[in-house]
């Protein structure tokens, strides 16, 4: 019986604590990502402390410089989409180009008659049309 009365006070607890967590994540994960920044900036605060800084001058310089190099990076990131958004039509065209020029290679290679004229932008339609035509081919001769 004591087994029992164990194992129902584990799981009510478990109960519990699990509604305590969900009911209290607005307080607990804040707290929690102040506590891993404080550890993670710790390091950089105890050096300018070390260079003589005020301990409250430190905090904040270590912020600030942690701040500066993410936004930074930010920044770069941003950037560089931004480039690679304005060059997709460009981009675009080459890939074009190229598949064009495969697809006259292939031609030149395989036979005219693989490709539909048609559909020279369709890169696939070569592929799906042999397959076909080989399906309703195996299906004319059992």
């Known amino acids: 019986m004591k087994r029992i009365q164990q194992t129902a006070y584990f799981l009510i607890v478990l109960v519990l604590g699990a509604l305590v967590l969900k009911e209290g994540s607005f307080i607990f994960i804040p707290l929690v990502w102040g506590i891993f920044f404080a550890f993670a900036l710790y390091p950089l605060a105890h050096w300018f402390e070390q260079k003589s800084f005020p301990r ?38 080459n890939v ?39 399906r309703f081919s195996l299906q004319e001769n059992p």
Do not use: C, W
């Open 56 to 93: 409250g001058l430190a905090i904040f310089a270590s912020i600030l410089l942690v701040t500066l190099i993410a936004s930074a990076v930010f920044y770069i990131l941003l950037n560089q989409m931004m480039g690679l958004i304005k060059e997709i039509p460009e981009i675009g065209e």
């Open 96 to 134: 074009n180009e190229k598949l064009g020029r495969y697809y006259d290679e292939m031609s030149l290679l395989l036979g005219e008659d693989v490709f539909d004229p048609d559909h020279k932008a369709d890169v696939f339609s070569f592929s799906t049309q042999r397959i076909s035509t080989r």
